[in-house]
Each structure stands twice: as C-alpha cells, then as structure tokens.
C-alpha cells in the first residue's frame, strides 16, 4: 500500500462511499459531448448518475494504482424454504392478480437494489430503510404465498435472509 493512502487511511469502502454532508464535491468540466456520453454511461450501467459513475472510475483507477485490500465477502447461506399451498375456494380475477404480481415485482426490485448498494457500498447501511422494505418485503411474501407464486416467494425468502444479515 502506498504512503498515500496510508496518509490518508483510506480503505475500500470509502471509494464507494458518498457521504450525505461530510464528503467533498469534486467539479470537473467538460465538453458537452463527453457529458452526454458519461450520462448514457451511467444509465447503461445501472448508476444513479454521472457522480456515482465518476466515484466508481476515480475507485478503480485508485484500487489499481496503490493496491487497496477489498474485504472479505460474507457468505450467505440461502434459507431453506418449505413451500405449503393452501387451496381456497376465493376467486381471484386475473386483473387482480397481475396488479398483485406487479406489487410484488416491485418490492423484490426495490428490495434488491438497496441490498446490491449497500454490498456495494455506494450507500451506507440504514436501519430505517431496511425496516421499512422488511414491512413491503413481509406483505409481499403474505401475498405471494397467498396468490400461489412461487418462484417469487422464494425469491422473497431469500431476499428477507440477506436484509437481515445488512440490519
């Protein structure tokens, strides 16, 4: 590791990291072609914008040049899910149950982007948020379970199993 960053004890996660007000704002200018081109870069790779993908650049080209140690990955056991379908004789439209997929559809994408970041970095782990998408996470599984998905609710298990491991 360079003297660089051990001057300035700089370690993997604050690469990634934006801070809400202790962080500094970097400025750059550039040609408008090159911002359009940084934009569409940003959207194509999932990124919030072009800051994100600016800390993202700025982080690889800092993890190359001083040899910064990432850490370890946690291993998550996925859990085992023992499926039980109840048949009742309720009638479900098919209208309702597209509007009911599509909710929970919504909460595994939702879900999943808080736990990629939070892995990632890019945002700090926060126990509001994550109560919070553990309730929409709790409905949806009620539902899921209760409309007969099933790759979904597993899907949901193992989302709920990976949510807590970040509270």
Request: no cysteine.
């Amino acid at each position: 590791m360079s003297n660089v960053v051990r001057e300035f004890d700089l370690t993997y996660n604050d690469l990634f990291r934006a801070p809400d007000k202790e962080g500094a704002i970097v400025s750059v200018r550039v040609h408008k072609k090159v911002k359009s081109v940084l934009e569409e870069l940003a959207k194509r790779e999932g990124l919030d914008g072009v800051s994100e993908l600016v800390r993202y650049l700025i982080a690889g080209y800092l993890l190359g040049k001083y040899n910064i140690e990432r850490p370890q990955d946690r291993v998550l056991v996925e859990p085992i899910v023992l499926t039980v379908n109840v048949q009742k004789n309720t009638k479900i439209d098919d209208v309702d149950l597209d509007i009911a997929a599509e909710e929970v559809h919504t909460v595994i994408r939702d879900v999943e982007d808080y736990v990629r970041k939070v892995k990632l970095g890019v945002i700090p782990k926060n126990p509001e948020i994550a109560m919070r998408l553990n309730k929409k996470l709790s409905k949806a599984l009620k539902m899921a379970k209760k409309l007969g998905l099933e790759e979904e609710y597993i899907k949901l298990m193992r989302l709920k199993a990976q949510l807590s491991v970040i509270e």
